[in-house]
């Protein structure tokens, strides 16, 4: 019985075997499957949420970490950290072991690594990490230092600073420096690395627009401070005369510094310049013993490298070359942006 707008009314229950009470059963039968075809799914759904998403593995090939390279290899770590489900696996070689870093990228697809990001050690050995990527369809990143050709086939793209942009700014400030005249040397870095080759080119290319400098002397450190402050010590002992020393990073440009100090020299005498402007190389500059250095953004470098690098697993566009600026650091610019 149930109780309607105007009195009660009796509803009687259908009778056994009649059609009526044939329906009602058949929709409560419905309503219970329905039910639990909902909790069903819903329980699906929320495994789901509770299983995280597959990782995703970088496997990094890179120089031993020193400096500036040092910086960026925390900047990839760091960053990869950020990004969930993102790890890092780092494999090192000296400058040079072409062989030994083709070796690593190989450990690296048998791992199933999900991408490739390198450092080169070797320029020999690009052509053979290049095709090891292409021919398993792995993303590739060099990050850094690499290859320079007009494309490249496959997920491959390359996360680079313009170095001889580099070498033109450091050049051109201490030409301004010196008034255009002057006695110039510079310091290389490891012959293996394209840096080398393109700063010192770019710095060759505007002292040879100011008439009145020339270069008098010349050598190699292998970004190395005590190598470069023994080249620079040999020159001051033979007595070469110099008004400006240009080294193709900071820890070469501080080893220049610490030998020209050695030598009772006024830290004002001899302008030296550097590239990277890195924490230890801010701090030169601050001390007056640098005149010159070149922010390069190891952070920068170390984000793009990654976020190309998981594009590229997604399968999405990216520009093969992403090219990373350079600033001019001078002794008179506050360097507190910096170091940050």
């Known amino acids: 019985m149930i109780r309607t707008l105007r009195g009660w009314a009796i509803v009687r229950k259908p009778e056994a075997g009649t059609p009526a009470r044939r329906s009602c059963i058949g929709c409560f039968r419905a309503s219970i499957a329905a039910a639990i075809g909902r909790f069903t799914a819903c329980a699906v759904v929320l495994a789901g949420l509770a299983t995280p998403a597959l990782a995703t593995t970088i496997g990094v090939a890179m120089v031993q970490p020193n400096g500036f390279t040092q910086l960026l290899r925390d900047g990839i770590e760091n960053y990869a950290k950020s990004v969930p489900g993102v790890s890092v696996q780092f494999s ?5 072991a072409g062989e030994t870093q083709v070796e690593q990228v190989r450990k690296f697809i048998a791992a199933k690594v999900d991408a490739l990001l390198i450092l080169p050690v070797d320029p020999r050995a690009n052509a053979a990490i290049t095709r090891l990527a292409q021919e398993t369809d792995i993303p590739l990143v060099y990050a850094n230092n690499g290859p320079r050709e007009d494309w490249f086939a496959g997920r ?10 580099a070498g033109r700014l450091q050049m051109r400030k201490l030409a301004q420096m010196l008034d255009g005249k ?13 840096a080398t080759a393109l700063r010192t080119r770019g710095v060759k290319e505007v002292a040879a627009s100011f ?5 008098v002397a010349e050598g190699t450190a292998d970004w190395d401070r005590k190598k470069a402050a023994v080249l620079v010590a040999g020159w001051l002992a033979k007595g070469t005369a110099l008004d400006a020393i240009v080294a193709n990073n900071d820890e070469m440009a501080i080893g220049a510094a610490d030998a020209v100090e050695a030598a009772g020299l006024p830290s004002d005498r001899i302008l ?20 010159v250095t070149v922010y390069q ?6 984000r793009r490298a990654i976020d190309d690098a998981l594009k590229l697993i997604r399968h999405e566009t990216v ?9 001019l650091v001078t002794d008179r610019m506050s360097t507190t942006h910096f170091s940050k």
């Open 319 to 327: 520009q093969q070359y992403d090219w990373v600026p350079f600033e």
């Open 297 to 302: 953004d190891a952070g920068l470098q170390a």
């Open 211 to 215: 008439p009145g400098l020339s270069v």
């Open 156 to 165: 491959i793209a390359f996360v680079l600073p313009n170095d001889l942009v």
């Open 92 to 96: 090192y070689a000296p400058e040079g």
């Open 182 to 194: 002057g006695r110039i040397a510079i310091i290389a870095g490891h012959p293996s690395h394209s």
């Open 272 to 291: 030296i310049g550097g590239v990277d402007a890195t924490p230890e190389g801010l701090k030169a500059m601050q001390r007056k013993r640098m005149a």
